[in-house]
């Protein structure tokens, strides 16, 4: 990125950048001192000309976002059918991106017969060519799937995800109202637990460390939240609480700002109590 970022600026072309995590990357960090138009998805983030705009999520994304409670539980149901669970259990989403999460699968896994034991079904995305040993039949439904292509639908089916904490997969629960259970992928620079660790100050999450997801604390832990609407919906209305709902429009009018050359603070503003 810094090669096309000198070569915007030596051509006269606007650069805007936008900052997923809360500590930029060397990129951004030079990227940022050649141009005034700089987005962040997390407020605090310690870029100059800092603009907090939220990340930029789909269209489907913020739409489920944005329904009422009745709209909610109908989406909720429809959900459900097509993932191929039952209507009337607390439902655990468990995935680690498109590559899945060897941590989360071998847990659950193991966890398995324990979940559905007490009665919470689960949606487990296990990642591309990965396999989780779970017996199909059973009263209580456990859901295998490589892919999901379509995350709204995983999410509108859940009450409560457990997942890594890359910045769009703490955006989205967040945006959906979703609560989510974090475990970040213990490599690089810490940027993971970074990302979760504001949305868990607001209360809308857990976090636990890579090594302590065990299906012990599954049993302690993950079950007992399930069990506890009510611990549930006050996550879940704090999780909203903090996300950035329509960060698309607000990117876009960034853009919109650098093409023009007027001073970002022409933006609109993010709603209070967002972070």
């Not at 995350?151 to 457990?162: E, G, K, N, R």
């Not at 970040?184 to 660790?197: F, M, S, T, W, Y």
Request: hydrophobic share 45%; proline share 9%.
């Amino acid at each position: 990125m810094p090669p096309a970022y000198l070569a915007a600026r030596r051509r006269g072309v606007p650069v805007v950048i936008h900052e997923q995590n809360p500590l930029p990357g060397l990129a951004n960090r030079l990227g940022a001192r050649l141009t005034r138009y700089v987005a962040t998805t997390y407020a605090g983030t310690p870029l100059p000309h800092a603009v907090h705009t939220g990340m930029p999520l789909r269209a489907e994304i913020g739409e489920l976002g944005g329904l009422d409670a009745a709209a909610r539980a109908v989406a909720m149901r429809a959900a459900r059918a097509e993932l191929g669970l039952r209507p009337d259990l607390p439902t655990l989403l468990v995935f680690g991106g498109s590559l899945g999460a060897q941590r989360l699968n071998e847990t659950f896994a193991a966890a398995a017969a324990e979940v559905r034991a007490a009665g919470v079904q689960v949606l487990h995305v296990s990642g591309l060519g990965k396999a989780v040993d779970v017996p199909v039949e059973g009263p209580t439904p456990y859901v295998v799937v490589p892919y999901v292509d379509r995350m709204q639908v995983a999410y509108a089916a859940a009450d409560v995800a457990v997942c890594r904490s890359g910045a769009n997969t703490v955006c989205e629960p967040a945006t959906v109202g979703l609560p989510g259970v974090y475990v970040p992928l213990p490599v690089g620079n810490g940027e993971q637990r970074l990302n979760a660790e504001p949305l868990v100050r607001a209360g809308g999450g857990l976090l636990v460390d890579d090594a302590a997801c065990t299906p012990d604390w599954v049993r302690t832990v993950v079950l007992p939240l399930l069990r506890d609407e009510a611990a549930v919906r006050s996550m879940g209305e704090a999780a909203r609480g903090f996300a950035v709902p329509h960060a698309d429009e607000r990117l876009a009018d960034l853009v919109d700002a650098a093409i023009e050359g007027v001073a970002p603070s022409t933006l609109r503003s993010v709603p209070g109590g967002a972070a």
